[in-house]
């Protein structure tokens, strides 16, 4: 508190009675903040007592604040205190007290920006600790002092603004901070600009610190960043400083204009290429790069009627990249003029010194190289005939060579022809049949062959066309339609049943089958007198019965024609069995019988059948007892003198196979009864009884051997024959190696059986089957 208040304070606690202490005083001053004033009204009972003020960082310690007293007793009397926070509150210890003579201390520094006043209770007791007087409040207050610096929120602010802007535009703000009392000049901050370079382009408001163009000429592509210094001080400018940077960048606009760094460019493309780049166009633009600003825009404004050329921009490098989009042609320009533009994909600004647009001339020499012929019509589509003959000329496939400026020749060849059906002239490119094409062939999709042709030219190096042959194969009515099923059956009863539901089925395909047309046959006229047929759809008729007729089986004949151009017919027989039927219309049981019998022979053909069989028996009977007696003549004359030298021949008596690894079996009844096929030549043939059921087509009858050389020859073909017999077992099936007929003397063969009654046998027959087995009859016959 400066002098003047204290003066103040002073006269007014002299006008009222009161001691007020300050600090610039040697003794404190006394209060009586008991004391009651005389007064003509009602009486107060004690006076309010004004804040007592100290200053901050006060460094003289103890320093006596204020006295007080109460005029309740003498002194001595009197014990004081004081309570609060800085006495027995938290800060402890700023403020005491001399509990006799009242006076108050102060203990510590003070910060006013850490406790700005100080409220504190004193009272008043006497000696026996009674209350003298009420408690009353005493106030202190901490004075400020200019102990605080400023200080920026911000070390650096930055700012943005386009370059160009008109003078007062805003850019920024800089604010600052002071902790002393901001009532006084303590915290009274201003602001200013240190540096800024030259020319001046910014000024900052002292008071609120927002910083402004001041000028024109801001220009990006000079300056793009300002650094500025900025300062704040308090007491109004005159007191404590401090310092921060401003950076403010410049915003680009678009105030350049892309420029060609040539009037003309030379370029070279190749022909019969596209989606080729030919070459770059550079540019420069000094806007930002990667802008919309800097971006560069490229348009073809003259020279390329066609369409032929397109320009596209490198985002990297914003040069403009020239290509081909459609094949150039040697042999039709040899050289392109182009005019080109270039401009930003953002507008120039009204104010940009250059020209919105830049032209250059590109001038694009196309380069001479071989190209592939072509053919005229690719794919090419004709048609043919089905069934078409070798030799049949398809079509004439032929290609173009655009090198017009070069001598080639061209050449043709086949690269897929799955069929194998087609025939190429190398010179001409003529395409013929070699064969007939099946309508049945897996490469027809839907009526259509396919086959690809190469052209080849002579250059070096050569160059190949690649053409798609499509055939049509036109269908031709050459198949009649014929009956689905050629049998069926009706109710005896014209009235019971549907009818019988006839199909029909054509092999050649629309429009040379359905719709059928059904006919009973023209050449028996009787037919109609008994039975009527009803178109039901294009392919299937209903037929019926007029009238009643005899059950059994009756033959019948139907013409069937198709549509196609010509049509084609066909007379087909048609066999329908009359049966009686129950009231849902199906054949009974017994007229099913009766529908088998009939499905078989009639009477006249069973006479005849009859008569066959009692033919053949006559005739085969003389031809059975010729060979009875070739074979006894054969038996004897096979194997001359066996029965007299038994010694040195080893006689088989059975054929056993191989085993499960014996796979080439065979019936070797062809070698131990070669008569049995003559024997048997009509009626079912034996079944062989080691083989599988079925149905095996008989062996051949064999001529006998007319003499010993011709034995070898025919046991060789009986074993051939054997071989190829498809009726024998599989390798894993029990053998039967012989059949004896069913109750055969001989009984059983079995070892088990025959050890049971060794004792009962008669060996005295093996005495009649030569010497050898007389000498077995000896060892086990009965003596």
């Not at 007080?68 to 205190?81: E, P, T, V, W």
């Not at 600790?129 to 409040?137: I, K, M, R, V, W």
């Not at 540096?195 to 220009?219: A, K, N, Y």
Request: aromatic fraction near 6%; charge should be negative.
């Amino acid at each position: 508190m400066d002098a003047a208040l204290l003066l103040a304070f002073g006269l007014l606690a002299q006008s009222l009675g009161l001691s007020l202490g300050s600090p610039g005083l040697r003794r404190p001053s006394t209060l009586y903040p008991w004391r009651r004033a005389p007064a003509l009204g009602r009486a107060r009972r004690a006076w309010v007592i004004p804040p007592i003020s100290v200053s901050e960082n006060h460094k003289r310690l103890p320093y006596p604040l204020v006295q007080i007293k109460s005029d309740k007793q003498q002194l001595g009397g009197i014990i004081y205190s004081i309570q609060g926070p800085g006495v027995d509150e938290e800060p402890r210890g700023v403020f005491s007290i001399d509990k006799f003579t009242g006076k108050v201390f102060l203990n510590a520094l003070l910060d006013r920006e850490k406790t700005d006043r100080f409220r504190l209770r004193a009272f008043a007791l006497d000696l026996g600790g009674s209350t003298l007087e009420e408690p009353t409040d005493l106030e202190i207050v901490v004075v400020d002092q200019n102990d605080n610096r400023p200080v920026f929120r911000q070390e650096v602010f930055t700012g943005h603004v386009l370059e160009g802007a008109v003078p007062g535009t805003y850019v920024t703000r800089a604010e600052a901070t002071d902790a002393d009392d901001p009532e006084t000049d303590n915290a009274a901050l201003r602001y200013s600009i240190l540096e800024q370079g030259s020319p001046q382009l910014f000024s900052i408001h002292e008071h609120t610190g927002e910083i402004r163009t001041v000028q024109v000429g801001l220009d990006r592509e000079v300056v793009a960043v300002y650094n500025l210094t900025l300062q704040v001080a308090d007491m109004s400018g005159d007191g404590l400083t401090a310092t921060a940077s401003a950076i403010i960048t410049l915003e680009d606009v678009n105030d350049n204009a892309p420029e060609f760094t040539r009037d003309e460019f030379f370029l070279e493309a190749t022909e019969a290429v596209d989606r080729a780049d030919v070459g770059r166009l550079q540019v420069e633009d000094l806007d930002l790069p990667g802008s919309l600003n800097w971006a560069a825009r490229f348009t073809i404004l003259e020279g390329d009627p066609d369409g032929q050329f397109a320009i596209r921009t490198d985002p990297k490098t914003n040069e403009g990249v020239l290509s081909v989009v459609k094949p150039l042609d040697y042999e039709i320009c040899e050289q392109y003029d182009l005019k080109v533009a270039v401009q930003n994909e953002a507008p120039l600004q009204a104010a940009a010194p250059r020209a919105e647009w830049g032209q250059a001339r590109v001038s694009v020499q196309v380069r001479d190289v071989n190209e592939a012929p072509v053919f005229l019509e690719n794919p090419l589509r004709t048609s043919l005939a089905e069934g078409a003959a070798p030799g049949t000329p398809v079509a004439t496939f032929a290609a173009q060579d655009p090198d017009t400026q070069q001598l080639q020749t061209l050449s043709y060849s086949k690269d897929y022809d799955p069929e194998d059906w087609l025939q190429v002239d190398g010179a001409t490119g003529r395409v013929q049949t070699q064969r007939v094409l099946s309508p049945a062939s897996p490469f027809l999709k839907d009526g259509w062959y396919r086959a690809i042709i190469l052209a080849h030219d002579d250059a070096s190096p050569p160059c190949t066309a690649t053409g798609t042959l499509s055939i049509e194969i036109l269908e031709v009515n050459d198949h009649a339609p014929e009956l689905s099923s050629p049998s069926g059956s009706l109710c005896s009863e014209p009235d019971q049943g549907s009818g019988l539901l006839l199909g029909a089925v054509d092999e050649d395909l629309p429009p040379h089958g359905p719709p059928f047309h059904f006919q009973l046959s023209p050449r028996v006229p009787e037919l109609a007198r008994n039975w009527s047929l009803s178109q039901v759809n294009v392919s299937h008729t209903r037929l019926r019965l007029r009238h009643q007729v005899q059950e059994g089986l009756h033959r019948l004949s139907l013409l069937l024609r198709d549509s196609g151009q010509p049509p084609q017919q066909r007379e087909q027989p048609l066999n329908v069995t009359v049966c009686r039927c129950s009231q849902d219309g199906a054949c009974l049981p017994g007229a099913s019988a009766l529908q088998a019998g009939g499905a078989g022979l009639s009477l006249g053909a069973l006479v005849i059948m009859l008569a066959s069989v009692i033919l053949l028996l006559l005739v085969a009977l003389p031809v059975a007892l010729v060979a009875r007696s070739r074979q006894q003549s054969w038996d004897k004359g096979l194997l001359p003198g066996l029965q007299d030298d038994l010694r040195d021949n080893i006689l088989n008596y059975d054929e056993q196979g191989g085993g499960e690894e014996d796979q080439d079996a065979y019936d070797i009844n062809q070698l131990r009864h070669p008569t049995g096929a003559l024997s048997v030549p009509l009626g079912r043939p034996p079944l062989r009884r080691d083989a599988p059921f079925g149905r095996v087509r008989p062996p051949l009858p064999r001529v006998l051997p007319t003499s010993p050389a011709d034995i070898a020859n025919f046991i060789n073909d009986g074993l051939e024959a054997a071989d190829s017999d498809p009726s024998v077992p599989p390798y894993d099936t029990a053998l039967i190696y012989d059949y004896e007929g069913d109750g055969s003397v001989a009984g059983t063969l079995s070892s088990i059986l025959s050890s049971l009654g060794d004792e009962d046998q008669d060996y005295s027959c093996l005495r009649d089957w030569g010497p050898r087995f007389a000498r077995l009859a000896d060892l086990y016959g009965t003596p």
